[in-house]
Nanobody
Framework: QVHLVESGGGLVQAGGSLRLSCAAS????????MGWFRQAPGKEREFVAS????????KYADSVKGRFTISRDNAKNTVYLQMNRVQPEDTAVYYC??????????????????????WGQGTQVTVSS
């Protein structure tokens, strides 16, 4: 069982930066793949970024590639999403999610929602123009 709590959301101007954090409980955090997803008003939830167990492999949605960076600190049981050059279309509730390994560890980060078993409650990010 993994409990996830996001923080760091808020209001930011277009072109600015924001860093989201996701704190995880559980001793097996360092074997999980982790992902960030977002849901804008009236839209379906979509993939943003994901990272494998060690941080050596990452994956990004085309819409955020080059602007957002996902990272993790296994010693702190925390995954981060650094958001740079944000745009109004980045406005959404951002969710952290955990992908449990079928083997020892998650080596390849997933972009599929169905891979993720545990979800946080979300944090609101609003980008003003």
């Amino acid at each position: 069982q993994v409990h996830l709590v996001e923080s760091g959301g808020g209001l930011v101007q277009a072109g600015g930066s924001l860093r989201l954090s996701c704190a995880a409980s559980g001793r097996t955090f360092n074997s999980y793949g982790m992902g960030w997803f977002r849901q804008a008003p009236g839209k379906e939830r979509e993939f943003v970024a994901s990272i494998n167990w060690s941080g050596s492999s990452t994956k990004y949605a085309d819409s955020v590639k080059g602007r957002f960076t996902i990272s993790r600190d296994n010693a702190k049981n925390t995954v981060y999403l650094q958001m740079n050059r944000v745009q109004p279309e980045d406005t959404a509730v951002y969710y952290c999610a955990a992908d449990p390994p079928s083997g020892l560890r998650v080596a390849v980060p997933s972009a599929r929602e169905t891979s993720y078993e545990y979800w946080g409650q979300g944090t609101q990010v609003t980008v003003s123009s």
